[in-house]
């Protein structure tokens, strides 16, 4: 069943005996700065919480010593970190940025993410796999621009939304199994 507004309002406010679903919690959809600028949404909306993207980067690049992309060798090298409030993202490139939430998964909870329209209808592409029973972490997001221009992505807007679906404990969970994303704090690379 997937998790509606007050479902999922009940999962981050009435944190007995769990931790919140999503913290920091906004709830209902945001779409104004303080200043009264207008941002990309983020914030409780009737099936989902559109998540934030936070202020690390790490950029793709094509200057490093590697020749080809490999999961299971470390390639930080293939990377330029930044931070700031926004980030170009080179022409048919990706970086690599992490949500500005804390996610806690309840052990019947599963979590799909999607990018958010404003972004897919100017060519970017968020992609994340789900958040398993009992994972919890900021969530780390690959973004890619199909565009043969710059993109330009926003600290501290909407990037993606989450969407909740509960059914049974499952046998073992996430967290059961010592799952090697557990607990991330920053934007992490490709782990073995």
């Not at 200043?35 to 919480?49: K, P």
């Not at 690390?56 to 931070?83: C, G, Q, R, W």
Request: charged share 20%.
């Amino acid at each position: 069943m997937i998790l509606n507004d007050h479902q999922i309002r009940e999962l981050c406010l009435d944190t007995k005996p769990q931790l919140p679903l999503v913290a920091p919690f906004e709830d209902g959809l945001v779409s104004t700065s303080a200043d009264g600028q207008r941002i990309i949404s983020y914030g409780l909306s009737s099936f989902g919480y559109d998540a934030r993207l936070d202020r690390s980067f790490k950029i793709a690049t094509n200057v490093s010593p590697l020749t080809v992309v490999d999961p299971k060798v470390e390639h930080s090298a293939a990377y330029i970190e930044h931070h700031g409030d926004e980030v170009l993202i080179p022409p048919h490139g990706f970086v690599l940025a992490q949500t500005l939430e804390y996610f806690h998964i309840p052990e019947d909870v599963i979590a799909i993410c999607l990018g958010k329209s404003t972004y897919a209808r100017t060519g970017i592409i968020v992609n994340v796999t789900p958040l398993e029973p009992g994972w919890h972490g900021h969530v780390t997001l690959e973004i890619s621009n199909t565009n043969s221009l710059p993109a330009r992505v926003y600290a501290g807007e909407g990037i993606c939304q989450f969407l909740f679906f509960q059914g049974e404990r499952p046998d073992v969970t996430y967290l059961d199994r010592g799952g090697k994303y557990l607990g991330q704090t920053e934007v992490t690379l490709p782990r073995v």
